[in-house]
């Protein structure tokens, strides 16, 4: 596609409810990023692919979420057992390549609000 | 503990004029430092990187410096207009020309008209 595609732009869910919010980069793009954007902060990393290998997930603040990309291209994040906490934007961006001097280009954002 | 910090207070301008945002850094050696711009409900968009052996870059009206040695980069648009109002991210390779980058918070623009 034209640009990096999130769905579903916005999403509300019940406390512990699970969400899945799917990322769909741009076409060839290697390397595959999640971050969270809490409101009037900047983006946190959350996880980094490199086609289908999950080589970080570091930033993923706890075991209730889970990022896959089992063929190297659509990647999916899921949160299990949301909390009010979770409440953010999720930005999925993608990279021709891995190293620094590739930019990033995100999409839109997925809105989770968690009541 | 390791950050970056920019301008966390709205800065307002007057159209016509020059814009200067900072984007001090600590505890980091980036090769690498970026620039996003960011409407309100849109995603980051990419602007200018710049490698820590460059001092400047330029990008028709943007402007970049990268000093190392403050560990401060500072972005500037000259002939501001009210179409440049967003919030404008800085962004560094957390390990050094490595695939993650870690963003500031970010500082709002607005332009007067």
């Known amino acids: 596609g034209a640009g990096v595609s999130q769905s579903p732009r916005y999403k509300v869910a019940k406390r512990g409810q699970d969400v899945a919010l799917r990322c769909d980069p741009i076409?060839?793009?290697?390397?595959l990023f999640w971050y969270q954007q809490a409101l009037g902060q900047g983006p946190e990393f959350l996880t980094y692919f490199q086609n289908e290998a999950q080589l970080d997930k570091s930033g993923l603040p706890s075991d209730r979420f889970f990022a896959e990309r089992p063929e190297g291209s659509v990647s999916t994040l899921k949160i299990q057992r949301t909390q009010q906490e979770d409440s953010a934007v999720y930005l999925c961006a993608s990279s021709m390549q891995g190293v620094g001097t590739g930019e990033l280009f995100f999409g839109e954002g997925s809105r989770l609000t968690v009541l | 503990s390791q950050k970056i910090e920019q301008n966390s207070e709205a800065l307002n301008i007057q159209e016509g004029k020059t814009a200067t945002l900072t984007c001090n850094y600590t505890?980091?050696?980036?090769?690498?430092l970026q620039w996003y711009r960011q409407d309100p409900g849109r995603g980051p968009v990419f602007l200018l990187l710049i490698r820590e052996n460059e001092k400047e870059k330029r990008k028709e009206r943007l402007k970049v410096t990268f000093d190392t040695t403050l560990k401060q980069s500072l972005f500037h648009i000259t002939a501001s207009q009210p179409a440049d109002s967003a919030t404008y991210l800085c962004?560094?390779?957390?390990?050094?020309?490595?695939?993650?980058?870690?963003f500031g918070t970010g500082t709002r623009l607005k332009v007067l008209a």
């Open positions: 076409s060839g793009h290697v390397s």
């Open positions: 962004a560094l390779d957390m390990y050094r020309g490595t695939y993650k980058y870690i």
């Open positions: 505890n980091y050696s980036p090769a690498y």
